[in-house]
T-cell receptor, first 113, second 114 residues
């Protein structure tokens, strides 16, 4: 049973470009969470999704950021018109239900030039 | 609002020595508390969690943590450090109800000296 898969592992973008980060949860998991880790900081919650629904996006910046978890396929975190401050490690986690243990992916390191 | 403070961004101990990583939390409701470990180029792995059962929680790899409500602390310990324990450790808190919206501390990087 493969773990939480995130790709790409590293993503380099120039300012103004779009970044798309993908997360495939563990088999049988329908809950996905995105966290962002800025340098020298802990992980910060961004968004919580279930299949086709955004449950809690209180940690998402109001502009340029969006997330989806379609019925088929991976969850996508999309950042439009990236800026240097978006450079960070983005982690995805999944769980089979609300109060169950979280399993984290290895993260995507986004670098904005 | 909940928050977590980890005292010491870097901790260095000798192999075989006691490991003590400090975590203090603030929460207006009884919390769930977690310790996660992050090895280089890997995602976070759950070491242990406190869910209002026993105050002394045993985790994987010989780690344990004690919940002390009076001190609002949840320090992580291991009696004898091993080289393979070198990693980043994160303390986290969330309400005991609701989704896994964890609030993380800033992390403590543990270095083991031979």
């Amino acid at each position: 049973n493969a773990g939480v898969m995130q790709n790409p592992r590293h993503l380099v973008r120039r300012r103004g470009q779009e970044a798309r980060l993908r997360c495939s949860p563990m088999k049988g998991h329908s809950h996905v969470y995105w966290y962002r880790q800025l340098p020298e900081e802990g992980l910060k919650f961004m968004v919580y999704l279930q299949k086709e629904n955004i449950i809690d996006e209180s940690g998402m910046p109001k502009e340029r950021f969006s997330a989806e978890f379609p019925k088929e396929g991976p969850s996508i975190l999309r950042i439009q018109q990236v800026v240097r401050g978006d450079s960070a490690a983005y982690f995805c986690a999944s769980s089979p239900a609300t109060n169950e243990k979280l399993f984290f992916g290895s993260g995507t390191q986004l670098s904005v030039l | 609002a909940q928050s977590v403070t980890q005292l010491g961004s870097h901790v260095s101990v000798s192999e075989g020595a006691l490991v003590l990583l400090r975590c203090n939390y603030s929460s207006s409701v009884p919390p769930y508390l977690f310790w996660y470990v992050q090895y280089p180029n890997q995602g976070l792995q759950l070491l242990l969690k406190y869910t209002s059962a026993a105050t002394l929680v045993k985790g994987i790899n010989g780690f344990e943590a004690e919940f002390k409500k009076s001190e609002t602390s949840f320090h992580l310990t291991k009696p004898s450090a091993h080289m393979s324990d070198a990693a980043e450790y994160f303390c986290a808190v969330r309400p005991n109800q609701g989704a896994q919206k964890l609030v993380f501390g800033q992390g403590t990087r543990l270095t083991i000296n031979p």
